[in-house]
């Protein structure tokens, strides 16, 4: 049954799985990506400064988010062979759409991961929510985030005018480029 509450639930494709967190998951991804700073330079944060920080934020939001379905929550991506995560898809529901934000770790980009896992949560969003459009944002200068997002089927809209701030690059607030897709 659709709803407009998007219920987590986990997704398969060819190569990956998205899915709750599991014990051993902070390992991969805090050292390739959430406590990388070459992997997080485009995060409106900094990276986690320990594995613990990392393994905190995955039960929440890939755990314990997933049994609340008025919480925004991430599926882990995983390699499907070896179950190693490789990277995050966060999702959030808003008043009228769905937010997504995703980040992978530096050894797995350049593969299609990213790619394969939007298009299956599109897919998974359009067959389970009454949501019309997802949305999403990314710096103005992320050229790989904006080729995934094109290259998943997103739309540019247009720049969001000092819209981020992205502490491992600047202190000030920096231009992002707005995207959005439509899926029902």
């Not at 070459?38 to 890939?62: D, F, G, V």
């Not at 980040?103 to 298009?119: A, I, V």
């Amino acid at each position: 049954m659709k709803t407009r509450k998007v219920l987590a639930s986990p997704i398969k494709t060819d190569r990956l799985n998205l899915r709750k967190f599991q014990t051993g998951d902070e390992n991969s991804l805090f050292t390739e990506y959430f406590g990388d700073w070459e992997a997080s330079k485009y995060l409106q944060r900094m990276p986690h400064k320990n594995i613990c920080q990392t393994k905190n934020m995955l039960e929440n939001w890939c755990g314990v988010n997933w049994e609340d379905p008025d919480k925004n929550f991430a599926w882990i991506v995983s390699d499907q062979k070896t179950d190693l995560a490789l990277g995050i898809v966060l999702f959030f529901n808003k008043e009228n759409c769905g937010e997504i934000h995703f980040g992978l770790g530096k050894k797995f980009q350049g593969q299609g991961f990213m790619q394969e896992s939007l298009k299956a949560v599109l897919t998974y969003l359009k067959d389970n929510s009454t949501l019309e459009r997802i949305e999403t944002f990314c710096d103005a200068e992320h050229t790989r985030s904006k080729n995934v997002l094109i290259k998943s089927g997103f739309t540019q809209t247009g720049i969001l005018k000092n819209w981020a701030r992205f502490p491992l690059i600047c202190e000030d607030t920096r231009d992002c480029i707005h995207y959005y897709i439509e899926i029902n």
